[in-house]
């Protein structure tokens, strides 16, 4: 077990400050020789973690363990041998395949443990997921940590039979944002711009951070429904963190798709974070709302990079729903590892253009499971009013002032620029969601720019309708908007 020196103190009002060194036991995770195995690592000395400035991911990790820690829910984080982490993880749980299920239960048991109605009684009954996989508690069972209990299991029954529930958050590894919010002018208007139109009787679903309270304040976000975001009773002086990225997200998609119906809900409600088993009772939920688009800007890598289990069950669910399309954030990771779900063939996995527009964003995750790129680095858009304390090196401390509008970096903005432009479209052409998100990607493999992919820009759905007066000042069917003098 790594001790990883974690900076977090808890306020009376939730929210969160990096300011003094605390110690968390978080699991590693090592490769040796080609095979993954637990191992115990120590760091030299609280001393020396003291000498040193938290990083980022030592920053999230401990406002996401505190958080789930509130909620009586244990977290671990599995480490490569160099200190980058390998995926984020429930503790005292796993995924199960129903068709393993007691065949794993009863290999967990083994002699001498509690049987199944001996474990139901003490209320650690396994709990169905969706149909196909199983939450199953390991309290009681002869490998009670979740690492070295799939370690057991795969030797025994081979890799994917059972897996960590993973977190899935808005922050993995690397902001997602990929940047702390930073301070705007006054007068700053949204970058990208609202385009005309489009999203007439579209519905767009975004599980995110929720909605914040005076978010219809803003004209592009009149109408906009959701929940809470920040929960009543908890204080926005200072800004949490976190608080403000649904409302983001939800400006980015309206801009788009202005007249569409947008609804955001406050799943990530801790520091940004969800297990991926909770995660999919929710969007199993949302598709009996009928959305047309279902926005998700988190996601997470996993434990051998091998497929969410959860999501491999809900696609069955999501097959039955016509025309519906999932829009997901490629991570800010900057590397081809998967990331979950958006590495998934059934999503639009979208990455991050640089602020020029002619490269990749350096913290966008690229390779062959992205699906597209689009603007995702300075964009603009509605955030919280009020003062935020930056969480972050190397800006840990530093006092931020907002009136209601913040510049954002990362896929988790690209991803609703995509989902309002596919809303847009659907409202235009008449397609379904999937028709009108593989228009789209048709459209941007056509336009790739060597060396990054496939891209859409703001305002072009497509369909030749892109008129001038978009709000990036100029919008081409065949490009992307581009400033021109002279231009109103």
């Not at 990929?178 to 700053?188: H, M």
């Not at 305002?459 to 109103?488: A, F, I, L």
Request: charged share 20%; net charge negative; hydrophobic share 40%.
């Amino acid at each position: 077990m790594l001790s990883l020196a974690i900076e977090v103190v808890h306020h009376d009002n939730g929210a969160a400050k990096v300011t003094d060194l605390l110690s968390s036991r978080l699991p590693v995770s090592v490769v040796n020789g080609g095979r993954e195995r637990a191992s115990k690592v120590a760091m030299n000395s609280a001393e020396a973690a003291r000498e040193r400035q938290p990083t980022k991911l030592d920053v999230q990790l401990g406002l996401i363990v505190s958080a789930f820690e509130e909620k009586g829910i244990g977290v671990g984080a599995a480490r490569f041998p160099d200190g980058s982490l390998d995926f984020i993880y429930e503790k005292g749980v796993i995924l199960v395949r129903d068709a393993y299920l007691d065949q794993v239960a009863a290999f967990l048991r083994g002699p001498g443990t509690a049987s199944r109605s001996e474990a139901a009684a003490e209320g650690r009954f396994p709990t169905g997921v969706l149909p196909g996989v199983t939450l199953y508690p390991l309290a009681g069972t002869r490998f009670p940590d979740v690492l070295e209990a799939l370690d057991e299991i795969d030797a025994r029954f081979g890799p994917g039979v059972a897996t960590p529930s993973h977190i899935l958050s808005v922050t993995p590894v690397y902001a997602c944002p990929a940047t702390e919010p930073e301070e705007v002018p006054l007068e700053a208007l949204p970058d990208p711009g609202e385009c005309e139109g489009g999203g007439k009787g579209v519905f767009i679903y975004v599980t995110d951070t929720g909605l914040l309270k005076d978010a219809d304040d803003h004209p592009w976000l009149a109408g906009v429904t959701g929940q809470e975001d920040p929960p009543p009773g908890v204080s926005m002086t200072p800004i949490p963190a976190y608080t403000g990225h649904g409302t983001f997200v939800a400006g980015v998609a309206r801009c788009m798709a202005p007249v569409s119906q947008v609804r955001v809900t406050r799943d990530f409600d801790k520091a940004g974070a969800l297990s991926e088993h909770e995660l999919v009772k929710r969007l199993g939920q949302a598709l009996g709302l009928g959305p047309d688009v279902i926005n998700l800007s988190a996601g997470g890598t996993t434990r051998k990079n091998l497929p969410l289990l959860s999501f491999e069950a809900f696609w069955d669910t999501y097959r039955h729903y016509k025309g519906v399309v999932l829009v997901a954030a490629a991570g800010n990771n900057s590397t081809r590892r998967p990331f979950w779900p958006a590495a998934f063939p059934q999503v639009v996995s979208v990455g991050a253009l640089a602020a020029n527009g002619r490269d990749r964003a350096y913290f966008s995750d690229f390779g062959p499971w992205v699906d597209v790129y689009a603007p995702g680095e300075g964009m603009v858009n509605a955030y919280a009013t009020g003062t935020y304390v930056c969480h972050e090196p190397p800006h840990i401390g530093d006092v931020r002032h907002f009136h209601g509008m913040a510049r954002w970096s990362g896929t988790s903005f690209a991803t609703p620029l995509v989902a309002g432009l596919i809303a847009a479209r659907i409202s235009r052409t008449g397609e379904d969601g999937r028709q009108a998100a593989d228009a789209l990607l048709a459209q941007a493999r056509a336009q790739r720019i060597p060396g990054v992919g496939p891209v859409l820009w703001p305002c072009d759905t497509g369909d030749c309708r892109c008129q001038p007066g978009c709000g990036c000042q100029r919008c081409h069917c065949h490009g992307h908007c581009e400033s021109h003098e002279g231009d109103s």
